[in-house]
């Protein structure tokens, strides 16, 4: 089995953006690179009706407005028989998760359910959505999580082993760029003599940009960038003067923008591990973050970033993003950024002992 070639339908929930989707789509692709059989089955809002396109990278189905578990394993069930995976593997405890796992025990094969943030910050905690993740965890054949302090929940609050599988990050398409940080700089009219504080990726309550707005008069003389969409709840949350620019869609873009910023902060109130401080950290930028989640397996304060749990902390945090030292942590922060191999070698190491199992 070590040297096999394996064959798994990737399930994940709908969103076109977001961590989730980033870190799936990586996934296939690094174990595509490997040699295996990666396969992408995802709702799609752009399918009519009943529509499900099948082509080399997978499939995608349409979906009801609201998500319908039933029809969402219906089309799983489909596409198993179509593609003949090895296993599959679900993200997301109480979405795709609980239809990859149903599908696959209908038709033998066995499921991987990776557990994302949500599952243990926030979905565990509301009735319905925990039946649905209880189901999901006592029935997969392996759990997986992102993090150390996800498997430590997983474990206490669920009664499950869950096997680490922490994101990784492209260091080829993330990397200091100078010329394109300038670039955007300038076509985002920032102003050269001034530092730039950015925030990336979907901003919701969680995100706790409250902490940041809290800090007043500190952040006088910086420029607040919100790269990506901030939710309606959380719009009172932003800094006073913050500028939101929008999702970018595109490494190159994404890349410049990182390098646009002289800190980068991630101040969330719960998190898995965010693909935005692995990105960040192998563009060589100084990244400031609450510790949680799995921001406690990548950032080690004062070395490859910067730990802040106080308004103290976060004063101290953006007073020394405009000394020196900054530079010194971005380019240790960048060798120390996970691997790609290294996510996806801990992945094949569950979809073995999944298949294993099952043997």
Known sequence: M??????????????????????????????????????????????????????????????????????WTDRLLEAIDARGPMVVLGYYGTTAGPCAVAAARLRGVPAVLALRGNDLDRDVFDGGRNAVLRWAVDRATRVAAVSREMQAKAAA???????????????????????????????????????????????????????????????????????????PEARADLPPGARVVGWLDDDEALRAAYGACDLVAQPSVHDGTPNVVLEAMACGR???????????DVVRHGQTGLLCADPAAWREALALARTPAAARIGAAARAAAPSLAAERDAFVAVLREALACDA
């Open 157 to 231: 609050w669920l009664g499950v082993t869950a096997a680490l599988t922490p994101n990784g990050v492209d260091t080829d398409a993330f990397r200091p760029d100078d010329a394109g940080a300038d670039g955007l700089r300038a076509r985002w009219g920032l102003d050269p003599a001034r530092p730039v504080l950015g925030v990336f990726g979907e901003v919701k309550r969680k995100r706790g940009l409250e902490r940041l707005a809290a800090l007043g008069r500190a952040l006088d003389g910086w420029q607040v960038v919100v790269v990506g969409e901030v939710r």
């Open 286 to 296: 100084l990244v400031a973050a609450a510790p949680v989640g799995g921001i406690l």
């Open 2 to 71: 070590s040297d096999e070639t394996i064959r798994v339908l990737v399930c994940v929930p709908p969103t076109p953006r977001g961590g989730v989707a980033r870190s799936s789509a990586r996934l296939v692709a690094s174990l595509r690179a490997a040699g295996h059989e990666a396969l992408l089955a995802r709702p799609d809002d752009a399918l009519f009706p009943g529509d499900v396109r099948h082509d080399e990278r997978g499939v995608r189905f349409a979906q009801a407005d609201a998500p319908d578990l039933q029809a």
